[in-house]
């Protein structure tokens, strides 16, 4: 070979490796954040069937709790483009919305022909991404949908024996329960340390959301209320005669649950109920699909499924309340990818992708959701279908985090003793109220704090006990 010839062959190959190189570059990641776990790596299985190869999802997956909010938080501070999309609590909209983080989903329905407020239930839209609360502002998609949920040992409640003994000394027919005041009644007739057996499990760590979470959906379905929202009074409502009916009870419900489990988080509840150590345990839908899997659950033939009692409050009303879980999609409003992002979102959530990550997650789709198919892919789809009206949400306010902290920590002393739960709730009033004025909320003061708030926000009391079904 001459030089020359030499020469062209090498600027040839150059040329290719630029254009090698060039490819590889030229290919859009579009990185996202969440907590690893199931559904997670359903969006990443699902992802690689995307048209458009050109195209990755690169997941930026952290462990749940405060490490994913962190995570999402230090990236939004710096106003930094680390990740393009992610999926944060329900609550944090607020956060990130209220700091001008996040992306307008209002622009996308706009833009788009085919993502519009219409594949989406209104309620869901609402819980997962409007900011401020009732404004029609979007700021994120109703990607993975969770409730807090119940479950039970289905041998346990329908041993005769068990049956004839609980009618004995209660009176009543031993059955899920549709009221905390049944609950508590079968959980003390199931406590039996010599047996290994415990009547009730729930969370109750001082990690992240473990606490509230769980005592919120006692307070609620009593009556109590974590603030007024028009008002921005939280003394005489987070302290409320209700709400210390229903954290109280919250807390003694640990008297049936194993030593140490006041500081359990959802790993805990889960691996307690998995090895026959629980009757029944509150615990979020999302885990479902492990629970009723026999490879990870030996007493998954034996499980049950439902929704979270209610409670009589001392107004003598019945009420069903309980915390919403799951994650809306948002945006980083920062990432330098927002056209290539819209068009997998497309994609992504329409019926033929969602029905795919239904299989195993709570899609936000309409059409998904309602369909008979769905709810009938296992023993708990259609009672999840039934939660979402029963569902309630801490604060939508930007300063979420931080009041968010400050009632783990007094939920946290009153589940240890530190403090009484009269104590611990006025605690916490008093710190919500200054963080709120600090903040430039103006607190208008009643002139009658109601002794059971719900009667004041959103009156769901009814007359009489209306029961669920169980699977």
């Known amino acids: 070979m001459g030089i020359r010839s030499h020469l062209a062959a090498t600027t040839m190959l150059a040329s290719s490796v630029l254009m090698m190189t060039g490819a590889a570059k030229a290919e859009t990641e579009l990185t996202f954040v969440w907590h690893a776990g199931t559904c997670a790596d359903a969006i990443v299985d699902i992802a690689k069937d995307y048209p458009d190869k050109s195209v990755k999802i690169v997941p930026a997956l952290v462990p749940y709790g405060p490490e994913w909010h962190g995570k999402i938080a230090a990236e939004f501070a710096i106003q930094g483009d680390g990740f393009d999309f992610a999926m944060w609590d329900s609550q944090s909209t607020a956060e990130f919305a209220g700091g001008g983080h996040a992306h307008s989903v209002n622009d996308i329905f706009s833009s788009s022909d085919i993502l519009n407020k219409d594949l989406f239930k209104p309620a869901s839209l609402a819980r997962y991404g409007e900011y401020p609360d009732g404004s029609g502002k979007f700021w994120g998609l109703p990607v ?27 009176g009543k027919e031993l059955a899920p329960p549709q009221t905390y005041q049944d609950a508590r009644d079968i959980a003390e007739f199931f406590t039996r340390p010599d047996e290994g057996l415990y009547g009730w499990g729930q969370m109750g760590g001082r990690d992240y959301d473990f606490a509230t979470t769980a005592s919120n959906s006692f307070m609620w379905s009593f009556g109590g209320e974590l603030y007024n929202p028009e008002t921005y009074e939280v003394k005489g409502y987070l302290d ?13 419900m640990f008297d049936y649950g194993p030593k140490g489990s006041g500081n359990w988080g959802w790993d805990e509840v889960n691996a307690a109920f998995q090895q026959g150590k629980l009757a029944m345990a509150m615990q979020w839908y999302y885990f479902n699909g492990s629970n009723s899997d026999p490879s990870v659950n030996k007493f998954a033939d034996k499980t049950g499924f439902g929704n979270l009692p209610g409670a009589i409050g ?12 799951g994650q809306g999609m948002g945006i980083n409003t920062y990432s330098k990818k927002i056209d290539e992002l819209t068009k997998f979102m497309e994609w992504y959530f329409q019926p033929a992708q969602q029905k795919r990550y239904a299989a195993v997650c709570q899609t936000g789709l309409k059409e998904v ?4 198919e769905w709810q009938g892919l296992n023993s708990y789809n259609k009672q999840f279908a039934q939660a979402l009206q029963y569902t309630n949400d801490y604060w939508h306010l930007p300063e979420y985090a931080i009041l968010l902290d400050q009632l783990q920590e007094e939920i946290s002393n009153a589940v240890s003793g530190k403090k009484t739960v009269k104590q611990a709730l006025q605690d916490a009033a008093q710190k919500h109220e200054r963080t709120l004025m600090a903040a430039g909320y103006e607190i208008k003061r009643s002139d009658n704090s109601p002794e059971v708030p719900d009667q004041m926000i959103d009156p769901v009391g009814m007359d009489k006990v209306v029961p669920l079904a169980f699977d």
């Open 144 to 170: 993975n949908q969770d409730a807090y949920g119940f479950m039970y040992r289905k041998d346990l409640f329908e041993d005769p024996e068990e049956k004839a003994a609980f009618k004995a000394k209660y």
């Open 240 to 252: 409320s005669p209700a709400s210390i009916d229903g954290v109280q009870f919250y807390v003694d």
């Open 314 to 325: 001392r107004d003598g009303k019945f009420r069903r309340q309980f915390s919403v879980g």
């Open 369 to 372: 959701l309602e369909s008979p």
